[in-house]
């Protein structure tokens, strides 16, 4: 188990070298000059061409790679040009952020999308099934700026019953904070409740028929005893597989739900960074999804390696 | 109602461990009902052993979920009863039925490895039997699983009950699955195909275990398999079913021994006998196929495919006539007097009519002895299929190493062969012994560490992509399983059509995709259907189409009939046998099946660790003198001859691991004529037997001809079959 993780984590670095190698070249050819975006449009052409000397911005990419790299790795993530702050701070702030809102959304539908997903697993073609089955993919269907809409204006300008904005006032006791995120992560719930929920019925559904099963059945089980130690277990893999893959999404994705509800998460940040040309930013950001999503995928595989002995025992 | 049938001194007291009157179970399935089991009656007592056989799709599963109580769905019970230890099944509640599985009927299944939950402890598996039925805690459940393991003969308990099923073998999850099922002591066991897909030693061994448990403990069983020689061995009766409805019911041994209806005939005709080769006499097979479910059927259930019809059979369906007797005569002539009626149906279709022991679905049951053979298609000699040309290809000295994290498995260790022209090399061995590595080195799918493939005189690159396009096309390979080898997504006529493009010598290729299909006996209708609507024997026949698009020289077939139902078997084989004969072909022939393999090769190898430890020609490598393991291996068989008394070798411990093979002999570890430290110590001379007949072994021929013809009783390591 140990050696499992050990070598996921190993795995990890060229595979984030691989990833802030493409950020990097990315957003270096995004369209636009570092020192034409600071300077504006009217700046002569030697002060422009002097400040990208200053900042290093006409030297080879290889070398601007690398140099970034390492100052990334020791903590200087630099300052950015457009806002003249830390970049360090302001994207782990707005990724803190980010986390928050995402990590609310999930604690509160995975547990629901489990469950209605196994019951309409385990009900398989009854009405039951069909009507979660249905009911939860019309919610995922529904994009979120127009379920954000929806509920910002049902909620917060009709009934007013939970804030228009995402973020407490500053001083308000921590707890606060979950009312206020209650609306933003609406839409984040619905979009994840139907993919989830159709994973853990599919993978009740396929365990279901397994021999296994009928060998549990047919030794005389009570029927709880079938599902509770036979079924789940299995059946979750595939759930949990998806559940690791979503969670980079939520965190890098979420640009019109936090926009929506004016909430200074690190999607915002990154489109912001991207309009501005502020490529430190950028990168910096990106780099940390990226991050993110491969730690939410290696907590993944070692739930799965929990649930399956043979890949716990193989590692 | 079905008492009055049975014969007057039937112990009425003591309820049947298993009884069934006139059951009809029926599938839906897209808005039409499917009749499975029409009118099932049959009665197992206590303690009886009762073999149920019959080609997949007759009903023999349904029939045992129906005794379970666990129908698919889709599945109702229409009419009848089915009664276990005098219980009406139907009768029971939810939670009634929760305690019955287990205490009074425990099922034995065919795959072990996918019957136990993959992600729970042995332990706890087995134990929760005890935890559920009798109350107990987790402790007392732990150390009842433990006396459990025991009982099933595996070896450390103690650690099997720490482990996952994954790292058992398939016998040991057997084991597992029959300690499970006699756990708390059932009335009535239901094995289903319990030794299919495992080796023949460890089918042997799971054999005598049942055969040692049925001493011990009182449950009547019901072995439902397809090979006779299984139930020949542990039943005292037996049932053949065909499309859903009893045709033939006795004692196993007259069964076996006189047939009497011309279905049980036809199965037992193509099943090749012990000894049986190609040259000496072909396989019958029965022609046709087992109907469609809710085909609609005239008369007898099995007219359409019985070489021995008459008008009668389809203007009314016998009866389960007693056997001997005249009712068969008698019912003949009521059917001919009657009015034509194909789709009668009399009360006395379920259940048999008149006295005696044993009964046939047939009006001719007194012809059957003499039931004509259908065209025979004999191989021709070897020197025919061209043999004298030399050899087409030469294995030197390869090996083939696996790395498995830190361990490395060599799973062919320095194996040298060669094939003839038009010759059959059968290879023969346990799982993990390397045929299917050897036969990947060979068609370029893997490539050898060292030694090397020479064909036809020339030496072949390692790997089939570096291959020329020539030596592609004249060596070819057909899998054991053609469901995952067809793509789905294509028509057979694509399939074949691709082939000949790719394989093909030029010419039409649409009169080479017909002409395929004609020798491989599959109509031309088919061609137009993907291979999911096609039966696993017409895939197969594809896929040896497809492997014969290019005329090959060298086809190396992996257990191509082993997946297929013994009548189909039958068929693929002289399949096989013709196309050799026609084109002068030369086979691998890899197959875990010993009596297969004898009869469809013309030398034989035999494979143990990554070793080739004994070639010869095959009526050779079956005589002796011959590598104790071969005789191990040939022990173990079941065979139909109730006369034959043979004494099983049980090979002791398990195979080792191919990461650490032993030192000296590689067998030395399981070897029942073991000599000594110069087993251990010294690897074995290859010794010859006869000219072309090798083994690789420290006794010398006359001393093991001496030993292996002497009588079983001095034998060291012996179980006796009963």
């Given at each position: 188990?140990?050696?499992?993780?050990?070598?996921?984590?190993?795995?990890?670095?060229?595979?984030?070298?691989?990833?802030?190698?493409?950020?990097?070249?990315?957003?270096?050819?995004?369209?636009?000059?570092?020192?034409?975006?600071?300077?504006?449009?009217?700046?002569?052409?030697?002060?422009?061409?002097?400040?990208?000397?200053?900042?290093?911005?006409?030297?080879?990419?290889?070398?601007?790679?690398?140099?970034?790299?390492?100052?990334?790795?020791?903590?200087?993530?630099?300052?950015?040009?457009?806002?003249?702050?830390?970049?360090?701070?302001?994207?782990?702030?707005?990724?803190?952020?980010?986390?928050?809102?995402?990590?609310?959304?999930?604690?509160?539908?995975?547990?629901?999308?489990?469950?209605?997903?196994?019951?309409?697993?385990?009900?398989?073609?009854?009405?039951?099934?069909?009507?979660?089955?249905?009911?939860?993919?019309?919610?995922?269907?529904?994009?979120?700026?127009?379920?954000?809409?929806?509920?910002?204006?049902?909620?917060?300008?009709?009934?007013?019953?939970?804030?228009?904005?995402?973020?407490?006032?500053?001083?308000?006791?921590?707890?606060?904070?979950?009312?206020?995120?209650?609306?933003?992560?609406?839409?984040?719930?619905?979009?994840?409740?139907?993919?989830?929920?159709?994973?853990?019925?599919?993978?009740?559904?396929?365990?279901?028929?397994?021999?296994?099963?009928?060998?549990?059945?047919?030794?005389?089980?009570?029927?709880?005893?079938?599902?509770?130690?036979?079924?789940?277990?299995?059946?979750?893999?595939?759930?949990?597989?998806?559940?690791?893959?979503?969670?980079?999404?939520?965190?890098?994705?979420?640009?019109?739900?936090?926009?929506?509800?004016?909430?200074?998460?690190?999607?915002?940040?990154?489109?912001?960074?991207?309009?501005?040309?502020?490529?430190?930013?950028?990168?910096?950001?990106?780099?940390?999804?990226?991050?993110?999503?491969?730690?939410?995928?290696?907590?993944?595989?070692?739930?799965?390696?929990?649930?399956?002995?043979?890949?716990?025992?193989?590692? | 109602?079905?008492?009055?049938?049975?014969?007057?001194?039937?112990?009425?007291?003591?309820?049947?461990?298993?009884?069934?009157?006139?059951?009809?179970?029926?599938?839906?399935?897209?808005?039409?009902?499917?009749?499975?089991?029409?009118?099932?009656?049959?009665?197992?007592?206590?303690?009886?052993?009762?073999?149920?056989?019959?080609?997949?799709?007759?009903?023999?599963?349904?029939?045992?979920?129906?005794?379970?109580?666990?129908?698919?769905?889709?599945?109702?019970?229409?009419?009848?009863?089915?009664?276990?230890?005098?219980?009406?099944?139907?009768?029971?509640?939810?939670?009634?039925?929760?305690?019955?599985?287990?205490?009074?009927?425990?099922?034995?299944?065919?795959?072990?490895?996918?019957?136990?939950?993959?992600?729970?402890?042995?332990?706890?598996?087995?134990?929760?039997?005890?935890?559920?039925?009798?109350?107990?805690?987790?402790?007392?459940?732990?150390?009842?699983?433990?006396?459990?393991?025991?009982?099933?003969?595996?070896?450390?308990?103690?650690?099997?009950?720490?482990?996952?099923?994954?790292?058992?073998?398939?016998?040991?999850?057997?084991?597992?699955?029959?300690?499970?099922?006699?756990?708390?002591?059932?009335?009535?066991?239901?094995?289903?195909?319990?030794?299919?897909?495992?080796?023949?030693?460890?089918?042997?061994?799971?054999?005598?275990?049942?055969?040692?448990?049925?001493?011990?403990?009182?449950?009547?069983?019901?072995?439902?398999?397809?090979?006779?020689?299984?139930?020949?061995?542990?039943?005292?009766?037996?049932?053949?079913?065909?499309?859903?409805?009893?045709?033939?019911?006795?004692?196993?041994?007259?069964?076996?021994?006189?047939?009497?209806?011309?279905?049980?005939?036809?199965?037992?005709?193509?099943?090749?006998?012990?000894?049986?080769?190609?040259?000496?006499?072909?396989?019958?097979?029965?022609?046709?196929?087992?109907?469609?479910?809710?085909?609609?059927?005239?008369?007898?259930?099995?007219?359409?495919?019985?070489?021995?019809?008459?008008?009668?059979?389809?203007?009314?369906?016998?009866?389960?006539?007693?056997?001997?007797?005249?009712?068969?005569?008698?019912?003949?002539?009521?059917?001919?007097?009657?009015?034509?009626?194909?789709?009668?149906?009399?009360?006395?279709?379920?259940?048999?009519?008149?006295?005696?022991?044993?009964?046939?679905?047939?009006?001719?049951?007194?012809?059957?002895?003499?039931?004509?053979?259908?065209?025979?298609?004999?191989?021709?000699?070897?020197?025919?299929?061209?043999?004298?040309?030399?050899?087409?290809?030469?294995?030197?000295?390869?090996?083939?190493?696996?790395?498995?994290?830190?361990?490395?498995?060599?799973?062919?260790?320095?194996?040298?062969?060669?094939?003839?022209?038009?010759?059959?090399?059968?290879?023969?061995?346990?799982?993990?012994?390397?045929?299917?590595?050897?036969?990947?080195?060979?068609?370029?799918?893997?490539?050898?560490?060292?030694?090397?493939?020479?064909?036809?005189?020339?030496?072949?690159?390692?790997?089939a992509g570096r291959r020329s396009q020539d030596a592609l096309r004249a060596i070819q390979m057909v899998f054991q399983n053609p469901d995952s080898t067809l793509n789905p997504a294509w028509s057979t006529r694509a399939i074949l059509t691709r082939a000949v493009r790719k394989l093909g010598s030029g010419g039409s290729v649409r009169a080479k995709v017909d002409k395929l299909s004609a020798d491989v006996r599959v109509e031309p209708r088919f061609l137009m259907q993907r291979p999911t609507d096609l039966s696993g024997g017409q895939k197969?026949?594809?896929?040896?189409?497809?492997?014969?698009?290019?005329?090959?020289?060298?086809?190396?077939?992996?257990?191509?009939?082993?997946?297929?139902?013994?009548?189909?078997?039958?068929?693929?084989?002289?399949?096989?046998?013709?196309?050799?004969?026609?084109?002068?072909?030369?086979?691998?022939?890899?197959?875990?099946?010993?009596?297969?393999?004898?009869?469809?090769?013309?030398?034989?190898?035999?494979?143990?660790?990554?070793?080739?430890?004994?070639?010869?020609?095959a009526e050779e490598v079956f005589n002796p003198p011959h590598h104790p393991y071969t005789e191990a291996l040939l022990s173990s068989i079941p065979t139909l001859n109730f006369d034959e008394k043979r004494t099983r070798i049980a090979l002791r411990g398990t195979m080792p691991s191919l990461s650490d093979p032993p030192t000296g002999c590689r067998f030395h570890t399981r070897c029942h004529r073991i000599l000594g430290d110069i087993c251990v110590n010294q690897e074995p001379p290859v010794q010859e037997a006869v000219s072309g007949h090798?083994?690789?072994?420290?006794?010398?021929?006359?001393?093991?001809?001496?030993?292996?013809?002497?009588?079983?009783?001095?034998?060291?390591?012996?179980?006796?079959?009963?």
């Amino acid at each position: 188990m140990l050696r499992l993780i050990g070598r996921r984590l190993l795995f990890m670095v060229p595979t984030l070298i691989l990833a802030s190698m493409l950020i990097f070249a990315l957003a270096e050819v995004l369209p636009g000059n570092v020192g034409r975006s600071i300077l504006g449009i009217y700046a002569p052409q030697q002060a422009v061409d002097n400040l990208n000397h200053q900042l290093g911005a006409d030297r080879p990419l290889v070398v601007r790679w690398g140099t970034w790299a390492g100052h990334f790795v020791e903590g200087n993530w630099g300052i950015s040009p457009v806002q003249k702050v830390p970049v360090r701070p302001t994207v782990l702030k707005a990724l803190g952020y980010s986390v928050v809102l995402a990590g609310f959304a999930l604690v509160v539908i995975v547990p629901i999308a489990i469950l209605l997903g196994v019951f309409a697993g385990l009900r398989r073609d009854s009405v039951l099934d069909r009507g979660i089955t249905i009911s939860t993919l019309s919610m995922t269907v529904i994009p979120e700026f127009v379920s954000g809409v929806v509920l910002l204006w049902v909620f917060a300008v009709w009934l007013k019953w939970l804030p228009v904005t995402a973020l407490p006032p500053d001083g308000s006791p921590f707890y606060e904070r979950f009312y206020y995120l209650i609306l933003p992560a609406i839409p984040l719930m619905f979009l994840e409740l139907g993919y989830i929920a159709r994973m853990a019925r599919v993978g009740t559904v396929q365990v279901l028929a397994m021999p296994y099963i009928r060998t549990a059945v047919l030794k005389g089980l009570p029927r709880r005893r079938v599902i509770f130690g036979h079924v789940l277990r299995n059946a979750m893999v595939p759930t949990v597989t998806v559940i690791g893959s979503q969670v980079g999404w939520l965190i890098g994705g979420l640009v019109v739900v936090e926009t929506l509800f004016a909430y200074p998460g690190i999607g915002q940040l990154m489109v912001r960074s991207a309009q501005q040309h502020d490529i430190p930013m950028l990168e910096a950001s990106v780099l940390m999804v990226a991050v993110l999503y491969m730690v939410a995928n290696l907590i993944a595989d070692i739930v799965v390696a929990l649930l399956n002995p043979r890949i716990r025992m193989g590692g | 109602m079905s008492a009055v049938e049975r014969p007057a001194n039937a112990p009425e007291a003591a309820p049947a461990a298993l009884d069934v009157r006139d059951l009809e179970v029926t599938f839906h399935r897209r808005g039409r009902d499917l009749p499975v089991l029409k009118g099932v009656t049959l009665r197992i007592e206590q303690g009886e052993a009762y073999g149920l056989v019959g080609e997949s799709g007759c009903g023999k599963t349904t029939l045992a979920m129906a005794a379970l109580r666990y129908l698919a769905a889709n599945g109702t019970v229409d009419a009848g009863q089915v009664l276990v230890g005098g219980q009406d099944v139907s009768k029971l509640s939810e939670d009634a039925v929760r305690k019955w599985r287990g205490e009074q009927i425990a099922m034995v299944y065919q795959d072990p490895a996918t019957a136990l939950s993959p992600a729970m402890r042995i332990g706890d598996q087995v134990a929760e039997v005890f935890r559920y039925h009798e109350g107990m805690n987790k402790a007392e459940a732990l150390e009842r699983a433990r006396e459990s393991l025991r009982r099933v003969a595996l070896p450390d308990p103690d650690s099997t009950l720490r482990r996952y099923p994954f790292e058992l073998s398939g016998g040991q999850q057997q084991r597992v699955v029959i300690a499970m099922a006699l756990a708390v002591n059932p009335h009535l066991l239901v094995l289903d195909e319990p030794t299919t897909g495992l080796d023949a030693t460890v089918e042997a061994e799971i054999l005598d275990l049942i055969e040692e448990l049925r001493g011990r403990i009182n449950a009547a069983i019901l072995l439902i398999t397809h090979n006779l020689g299984l139930v020949r061995r542990l039943c005292e009766r037996v049932g053949v079913l065909y499309a859903g409805r009893v045709v033939e019911e006795g004692p196993a041994r007259d069964i076996f021994t006189d047939p009497r209806h011309p279905y049980t005939m036809g199965l037992m005709r193509c099943v090749p006998r012990f000894g049986m080769n190609k040259t000496d006499a072909a396989l019958q097979t029965i022609p046709g196929t087992l109907p469609a479910l809710g085909e609609p059927l005239e008369g007898c259930v099995y007219s359409a495919r019985c070489p021995m019809v008459k008008p009668v059979c389809v203007r009314r369906e016998p009866d389960l006539f007693a056997w001997p007797g005249s009712s068969g005569a008698e019912g003949r002539a009521a059917a001919e007097a009657a009015p034509a009626d194909p789709a009668a149906y009399s009360p006395h279709h379920a259940n048999p009519v008149g006295e005696g022991p044993r009964h046939a679905r047939c009006y001719f049951s007194a012809e059957v002895a003499d039931m004509p053979h259908a065209t025979p298609v004999l191989a021709s000699s070897l020197e025919e299929r061209g043999a004298d040309a030399g050899d087409v290809l030469e294995i030197g000295n390869m090996s083939r190493t696996f790395k498995d994290g830190r361990k490395r498995l060599t799973a062919v260790n320095e194996v040298s062969l060669s094939l003839r022209r038009g010759e059959t090399f059968g290879l023969v061995g346990e799982s993990g012994s390397g045929k299917t590595t050897l036969a990947k080195c060979v068609t370029g799918l893997i490539a050898p560490d060292t030694g090397t493939v020479t064909f036809e005189g020339k030496q072949l690159k390692a790997t089939a992509g570096r291959r020329s396009q020539d030596a592609l096309r004249a060596i070819q390979m057909v899998f054991q399983n053609p469901d995952s080898t067809l793509n789905p997504a294509w028509s057979t006529r694509a399939i074949l059509t691709r082939a000949v493009r790719k394989l093909g010598s030029g010419g039409s290729v649409r009169a080479k995709v017909d002409k395929l299909s004609a020798d491989v006996r599959v109509e031309p209708r088919f061609l137009m259907q993907r291979p999911t609507d096609l039966s696993g024997g017409q895939k197969q026949r594809i896929a040896i189409a497809r492997a014969f698009a290019g005329d090959p020289t060298l086809v190396v077939c992996d257990e191509p009939a082993s997946a297929l139902d013994v009548s189909v078997q039958a068929s693929i084989l002289n399949l096989l046998v013709e196309l050799q004969t026609k084109e002068q072909v030369s086979y691998v022939f890899i197959s875990h099946d010993l009596a297969v393999v004898r009869y469809i090769s013309d030398r034989i190898g035999v494979m143990y660790l990554a070793e080739l430890i004994e070639v010869g020609s095959a009526e050779e490598v079956f005589n002796p003198p011959h590598h104790p393991y071969t005789e191990a291996l040939l022990s173990s068989i079941p065979t139909l001859n109730f006369d034959e008394k043979r004494t099983r070798i049980a090979l002791r411990g398990t195979m080792p691991s191919l990461s650490d093979p032993p030192t000296g002999c590689r067998f030395h570890t399981r070897c029942h004529r073991i000599l000594g430290d110069i087993c251990v110590n010294q690897e074995p001379p290859v010794q010859e037997a006869v000219s072309g007949h090798t083994y690789q072994c420290h006794i010398p021929p006359d001393e093991l001809l001496r030993l292996q013809t002497a009588a079983p009783a001095e034998q060291p390591v012996t179980s006796s079959e009963a």
